[in-house]
């Protein structure tokens, strides 16, 4: 019975890693549907398969705390529409499990101003749940994150072709424990919509000053802010680890 018990023990130990399940082993070219498990938490995706394009670990330094930091996982997955990019994601999850909570990424999002959405639903220090909408103009530069630059790389590599500009739907959530922090690129190509004219991120034709006067855009980018504020509570379950097995997120209405 104590070998038994022991046994027991390491299996455990095995599995659990600073208090989060064992993450999985990233690798470029995965594909994953319905939603993704990281070790107890998921991240839910929108319907059809996303291959893994591009992925980092790194240290955390933004304890909310000050304490010994722990590390954060940034990954990029795709889904295609023959040589184009339908929509792209980028998250990013801490790796192991605290009991003082995370500053979040990309949470200063849901404060700005100057974009088309952005949303505070709740905001203490050790729960956070936000979400925003902004037009991204693509470009890779010699600051860029690593696993950005592999994902561009991997478009390059297969002919694909990535779309000049995407509107983005983030969402955070954060709790004591862990947080995920989701952004999902919509191309606006797949709805019918020209290249734009002016790809400057201030200039741009989807910038929210010029959408402003072009009924079209305006109706496509306000689809992704319904989408975000109908399926920010499908990535919270998601962090509590409460998605069922397949279980995702819709399309925009504009996507589908």
């Not at 330094?61 to 000050?66: E, T, V, Y």
């Not at 696993?147 to 739907?169: L, N, T």
Request: net charge positive; charged share 15%; with cysteine.
């Amino acid at each position: 019975m104590r070998g038994l018990a022991v046994w027991m023990l390491v299996l455990v130990i095995g599995c659990w890693v600073n208090g989060v399940f064992a993450q999985p082993k990233w690798a470029v070219n995965q594909v994953y549907e319905g939603n993704i498990d990281i070790g107890g938490v998921q991240v839910p995706l929108p319907p059809g398969p996303w291959t893994v394009t591009g992925f980092q670990s790194s240290v955390n330094q933004s304890r909310s705390d000050g304490s010994i930091p722990g590390s954060s996982t940034n990954v990029a997955l795709a889904q295609f529409a023959g040589d184009m990019v339908r929509a792209y994601i980028a998250f990013s999850y801490n790796d192991r499990s605290m009991s003082s909570g995370w500053t979040v990424p990309d949470a200063k999002n849901c404060s700005r101003q100057e974009i088309h959405h952005a949303k505070i639903v709740r905001d203490m220090q050790l729960d956070r749940r936000c979400q925003y909408v902004n037009h991204i103009v693509y470009s890779v530069g010699a600051n860029s994150a690593q696993w950005w630059k592999d994902s561009i790389e991997f478009a390059r590599k297969r002919g694909i072709v990535m779309p000049m500009v995407a509107i983005a739907g983030g969402i955070v959530v954060s709790d004591r424990a862990n947080y995920v922090s989701a952004t999902y690129f919509f191309n606006p190509a797949i709805a019918g919509f020209p290249a734009p004219q002016n790809t400057a991120w201030s200039t741009s034709d989807w910038n929210v000053l010029n959408v402003a006067g072009d009924e079209k855009k305006k109706a496509f980018v306000q689809s992704v802010i319904d989408w975000a504020e109908k399926n920010r509570q499908l990535v919270e379950t998601g962090l509590a680890g409460k998605l069922k097995k397949g279980e995702g997120l819709g399309w925009p209405a504009a996507m589908q």
